[in-house]
């Protein structure tokens, strides 16, 4: 748990690959609901519940209720192992590589020995993320994970070639690299535990800023972090990377919102989209219900911050559509900017964050809709300040939180702006493009670079022409 403000807590859950259930998410409605107007619940960019406005003296309930639903929260925060990412697509995806979720919830049952606790990695020189991909469309984000299993086969077997040291941080962001190394799908936990062991015994634990994963490579060397790797696998040794890896490296990232066939015939998957991935403690009641009434009780969280309604019967299609919900708060077919619309908690509730993000990214996407028409998807991703927890460097265009000035001197809330980050398998870290833009004078300057980067068309102008 974190302290926000006036003695209320955000708890953050484990949520292995990001699916949960109906009655799980009844009963994160009922913990927020309690709270009123400080309660409210966050999709996150790791397919992760965060639930704010909790108070201290009600922790050992929710900790039992999340018990009895089949939730924890342990070493979910400081310097452990965050919630193991994976497709939200998984098992239902016709055009999947690999099932990712058995994985991740290996992994995930390994980092907390099965909810009761794993002191042999809960005291790391620094937080360590991780995931698994099953898909072409990368919707996992390997590039920017400590660790991350990229399936591949090797002499006729399946198994997975490794990215190590990717992470984003106030002083430095770097994409992972390759390892030079394959594992089977039986050595999924076992090279976990040793990557991580190697973090654990050799890492740096001064600087805070200079204590991610990738830092200890740098010192090393990618062969000999490789050496101290293998030396911790059972068999004291590592198999070099496979040269046949499944990903299609051509793969063009395909949309989850909106309705589509899943691999079981006669049903479909739904993903909808989640302003900002905010919600209320109705609003996830409802979303409960949806999910039991057309669906399997099952929902799926993306790291975009959004919400899959998996195993949806075709006959029930157009019924769940027609829901008030999916047709005003909802929608599965939102707008090309508001679709690729990421923010982080903001300075409502975090109080590292210099500006307030989540209204203010809605607002300035509105206005800029008004001024401008796109053709083609532009990832707009909002942070509140710069350790990056909404991810601006992989964004089309990001917005990093900082203090400005205003016309006349003054000091305001603005944003630094970059340009550039992409996502797949040509992923690149954005860079700044202008720095401490007030956050009053965003709508026109965002506008700008929409038409002269990304193709749009003023609204003016294709009012003139038409």
Known sequence: MLLVADGRFMMR????????????????????RKYGKDGCADVTTRQNWQIRGVVLPDVPDILKGLEEVGLTSLQSGMDNVRNPVGN??????????????????????????????????????RKWNVCVVGSHDLYE??????????????????????????????????????LDAWVSADDVIPVCKAVLEAFRDLGFRGNRQKTRMMWLIDELGIEVFRSEVAKRMPQKELERASSEDL????????????????????YSYVGIHIPVGRVQADDMDELARLADTYGSGELRLTVEQNIIIPNVENSKIEALLKEPQL????????????????????NQFCGQAIIETKAR????????????????????????????????????IGFMGCMARDENGKP???????????????????????????????????????VEHFGAVRREREEVED
């Open 13 to 32: 859950l484990k949520l292995p690959n990001g699916v949960t259930t109906s009655a799980q998410t009844r009963y994160l409605a009922s913990v927020i």
């Open 327 to 346: 047709k005003n708060r909802f929608t599965p077919q939102p707008s090309i900017l508001m679709k690729g619309l990421v923010a982080c908690t903001g």
């Open 412 to 450: 305001c809330e603005g944003a630094d702006i970059f340009i550039g980050g992409r996502i797949g398998s040509d992923s690149h870290l954005g860079e700044v493009y202008k720095k401490a833009v007030p956050c009053k004078n965003l709508v026109p300057v965002v506008a700008d670079i929409l």
């Open 361 to 396: 990214a809605l607002k300035v996407t509105e206005d800029v809709e008004r001024l401008v028409s796109v053709t083609r998807p532009v990832r707009m991703h909002w942070t509140g300040c710069p350790n990056t927890c909404g991810q601006v460097q992989v964004a089309d």
């Open 141 to 178: 984000h390997p590039h920017i994970n400590d660790l991350s299993y990229m399936p591949a086969t090797k002499d006729g077997r399946f198994g997975f070639n490794l990215l190590v040291g990717g992470f984003f941080s106030a002083k430095r962001c770097e994409e992972a690299i390759p």
């Open 88 to 125: 939200p697509l998984a098992g239902i995806d016709p055009e999947e590589i690999v099932d990712t979720r058995p994985y991740t919830n290996l992994l995930s049952q390994f980092i907390t020995a099965n909810s009761r606790g794993n002191p042999t990695v809960s005291n790391l020189p």
């Open 247 to 266: 990903v299609q490296k051509q793969w063009e990232r395909r949309d989850y919102l909106g309705v589509h066939p899943q691999k079981q015939e006669g």
